[in-house]
């Protein structure tokens, strides 16, 4: 069964948490597809908006990536044990190894 796009703009927008292992720790939020915005991130996310965008989700309107480059050992603060107050609607894993830690079979996990 396929969502439709959402028909009110005055709906708040979803939050898309983009998730990839790096060397360097980084985040933004992105609520657009310009090519500034879209600067230094993985191609994946380019992908998802422009799918999203056919299936008429409009970045900025329905929803926004919150996206986020973290060391391995620091997935345990983006994925806490216990989900924080305003969790994200989706999660896009851009690893393996992220999607071990959203799925709670990463090492050390139960």
């Given at each position: ?26 985040s ?67 690893s ?15």
């Amino acid at each position: 069964m396929e969502s439709e796009a959402p028909k009110s703009k005055a709906a708040a927008a979803r939050t898309i948490l983009a998730v990839a292992i790096a060397n360097t720790p980084a985040s933004k939020t992105i609520s657009d597809s310009a090519p500034a915005s879209l600067a230094g991130v993985r191609p994946y996310v380019k992908g998802l908006i422009q799918r999203l965008d056919i299936r008429g989700f409009e970045i900025g309107v329905h929803y926004v990536i919150d996206y986020r480059e973290t060391l391995a050992s620091g997935l345990g603060a983006i994925f806490p044990t216990t989900l924080p107050a305003n969790p994200p609607d989706a999660v896009l894993c851009m690893s393996k190894t992220v999607l071990d830690k959203v799925s709670g079979k990463a090492p050390g996990t139960a």
